[in-house]
Nanobody, 115 residues
Framework: QVQLEESGGGLVQPGESLRLSCKSSKPIFEYDMKWYRQAPGKQRELVASISNTLATTYADSVKGRFTIDRINAHNLVWLQMNNLRPEDTAVYYC??????????WGQGTPVTVAS
């Protein structure tokens, strides 16, 4: 079973940056890795993904501000978040997915963007 641990969340002001990390307990090279977020009272939404072939996708709301990356050798996935906005406030979750296997989720790391 894959265990994912997120870190790097915190309280920042609008316009500032954060870098979230997701560390896997097992190799991730076969997995598509994703970051989701869930704001209070809202459904969980996909923020960014990076496939096992390094193809990336982003939600429209974060394009140009967020960057997802991975280092398979270290079982790490990052989410660089720049120019943060109050509407980016949420708990951010790391997800690992590959065909015919269940999804794996981390416990989440909270991000608060406020003046």
């Amino acid at each position: 079973q894959v265990q994912l641990e997120e870190s790097g969340g915190g309280l920042v002001q609008p316009g500032e940056s954060l870098r979230l990390s997701c560390k896997s307990s097992k190799p991730i090279f076969e997995y598509d890795m994703k970051w989701y977020r869930q704001a209070p009272g809202k459904q969980r939404e996909l923020v960014a993904s990076i496939s096992n072939t390094l193809a990336t996708t982003y939600a429209d709301s974060v394009k140009g501000r967020f960057t997802i990356d991975r280092i398979n050798a270290h079982n790490l996935v990052w989410l660089q978040m720049n120019n943060l906005r109050p509407e980016d406030t949420a708990v951010y979750y790391c997800n690992a997915k590959k065909p015919y296997f269940p999804d794996y989720w981390g416990q989440g790391t909270p991000v608060t963007v406020a003046s």
